[in-house]
């Protein structure tokens, strides 16, 4: 990551890596189809990563971010497993070896947030495809709700029940996060370092409101079962810049 980088946001200068020192998290994982996830992140040029014949993961999520670089904002993500850029045409195998190795990246299809210094960074730095919504949401409960809602229309109600504490640094990962913005692809890294994180299989509630967004995830066949859910209520990350693929 560059240490000297620094990009003018609305004025302020960002220098970085960015740093988030305080942020709590759940999500939930859910399968959907391939074929109509593929076709969604198709313009980007990535490849929908299977976990079985068919299936790929779309990851929702809810993150309040509590002190960092770009400030106090809340968050709703909604990201799909892709194969790295570099490996094509894989299959389940090769998948899981890349999933398990740490190869495997997370494409970022949607991000609302409610903080428009957040959204301007978001998308000039990384190509975050970053939009203004409006949140409610209860990080602080044993059951984690949020609900996310843009233009007067909800996009998503999503409730996590508590699961089981998970050893050490749980899900402590350097991940390749990809973003698509203005025709471009690109690849960031994302450093997190969690504590306390508590997970379980299924354990997630989704309701879907009248949003566009709301439309193309029940296109994927959503609500449904999910295959796990998380919360982090412990959660540190560093972002470095982005590159173009």
Not at 30 to 51: C, K, M, R, S
Not at 216 to 239: Q, V
Request: aromatic content about 6%; hydrophobic content about 40%.
């Amino acid at each position: 990551m560059s240490e000297t980088t620094t990009h003018l946001v609305l004025g302020t200068p960002v220098t970085m890596p960015v740093r988030v020192r305080a942020a709590t998290a759940f999500m939930g994982m859910f399968p959907v189809p391939v074929g109509p996830a593929q076709d969604l992140v198709a313009h980007t040029g990535l490849e929908i990563l299977q976990y079985r014949p068919g299936r790929g993961i779309c990851t929702l999520v809810f993150v309040d971010y509590v002190d960092g670089d770009l400030g106090p904002y809340n968050e709703f993500g909604v990201c799909f497993l892709v194969r790295d850029h570099r490996s094509r045409g894989g299959g389940i195998v090769s998948d899981w070896r890349s999933l398990l190795g740490g190869q495997a990246g997370a494409l970022i299809h949607h991000l609302p947030v409610d903080g428009d210094f957040t959204l301007a960074a978001g998308r000039g730095i990384w190509g975050f495809p970053k939009t203004l919504a409006d949140f409610d949401a209860d990080h602080d409960g044993t059951t984690k709700r949020g609900s996310v809602s843009a233009d007067g229309s909800l996009i998503a109600e999503l409730t996590v029940a508590p699961g089981i504490p998970v050893p050490g640094k749980g899900i402590a990962a350097s991940l390749a996060a990809y973003s698509h913005l203005d025709g471009v692809t690109r690849r960031t890294t994302w450093e997190m370092n969690p504590s306390g994180v508590r997970t379980r299989l299924g354990g997630a509630t989704l309701r879907l409101g009248t949003h566009p967004i709301a439309d193309e995830l029940r296109r994927l066949g959503l609500p449904r079962r999910a295959l796990a859910s998380s919360s982090i209520p412990e959660l540190r990350m560093t972002f470095g810049d982005a590159a173009e693929i």
